[in-house]
Nanobody
Framework: QVQLVESGGGLVQPGGSLRLSCAASGFNLEDYAIGWFRQAPGKEREGVSCISNTDGSTYYLDSVKGRFTISRDNAKNTVYLQMNSLKPEDTAVYYC?????????????WGQGTQVTVSS
């Protein structure tokens, strides 16, 4: 059974922090690049961050650079997205996806998403 499950979303005030988790089962997360995507109401889905499965390189959307950090723990088969200094415009449903590499047009597996709401 192949599955990706996101967790860690919730309601947070501007300037606050959340850590999202993407836990894989049924396959080895180490074999895939993992991307984080988000979709806000009325907007298209956008890539937020990606971590390579080859050399561990990381990539970020310009608007989250310096605030978000992506990492992986292969022993736990989990990828994390640490989100600091959150802004209202970060509000969205966040999804993780397993990919052949960070430049793949398609993703192999998607999680169900977790809601992040940044509001005072």
């Amino acid at each position: 059974q192949v599955q990706l499950v996101e967790s860690g979303g919730g309601l947070v005030q501007p300037g606050g922090s959340l850590r999202l988790s993407c836990a894989a089962s049924g396959f080895n997360l180490e074999d895939y690049a993992i991307g984080w995507f988000r979709q806000a109401p009325g907007k298209e889905r956008e890539g937020v961050s990606c971590i390579s499965n080859t050399d561990g390189s990381t990539y970020y959307l310009d608007s989250v650079k310096g605030r978000f950090t992506i990492s992986r723990d292969n022993a736990k088969n989990t990828v994390y997205l640490q989100m600091n200094s959150l802004k209202p415009e970060d509000t969205a449903v966040y999804y993780c996806a397993a990919r052949s590499n960070c430049w793949s047009y398609e993703s192999d597996y998607w999680g169900q998403g977790t809601q992040v709401t940044v509001s005072s």
